[in-house]
Nanobody, 122 residues
Framework: HVQVVESGGGLVQPGGSLRLSCVAS????????MGWYRQAPGKQRELVAS???????NYADSVKGRFTISRDNAGNTVSLQMNSLKPEDTAVYYC????????????????WGQGTQVTVSS
């Protein structure tokens, strides 16, 4: 069983910063990539940023230059530093681990966290 747990959401004023963290744990065999997605009310879930096992990163155009994704050396903890936040960044942020488990070592699966609310408002 693989668990993905996010932390660090909250309320922040426009122009402020927040840092989200995510830890993947449990019966993980290999983590191929981790990423952050967000879903605002009435909208589809969208990719915010991702980082591969090799360290390659990818960002949504809307957050480039403002958000930075990073991971620890073990590769099972990923953070999202969010600066210059805007009201349109308000959403539930979800962490995703693209990984295989010890139960099925050759099958890649998406493991999702429960989400953390980020609200940008004055």
């Amino acid at each position: 069983h693989v668990q993905v747990v996010e932390s660090g959401g909250g309320l922040v004023q426009p122009g402020g910063s927040l840092r989200l963290s995510c830890v993947a744990s449990g019966s993980i065999f290999t983590i191929y990539a981790m990423g952050w997605y967000r879903q605002a009310p009435g909208k589809q879930r969208e990719l915010v940023a991702s980082i591969t096992r090799g360290g390659s990163t990818n960002y949504a155009d809307s957050v480039k230059g403002r958000f930075t994704i990073s991971r620890d050396n073990a590769g099972n903890t990923v953070s999202l530093q969010m600066n210059s936040l805007k009201p349109e960044d308000t959403a539930v942020y979800y962490c995703l681990a693209d990984a295989s488990s010890y139960l099925y070592t050759d099958i890649r699966m998406d493991f999702w966290g429960q989400g953390t609310q980020v609200t940008v408002s004055s």
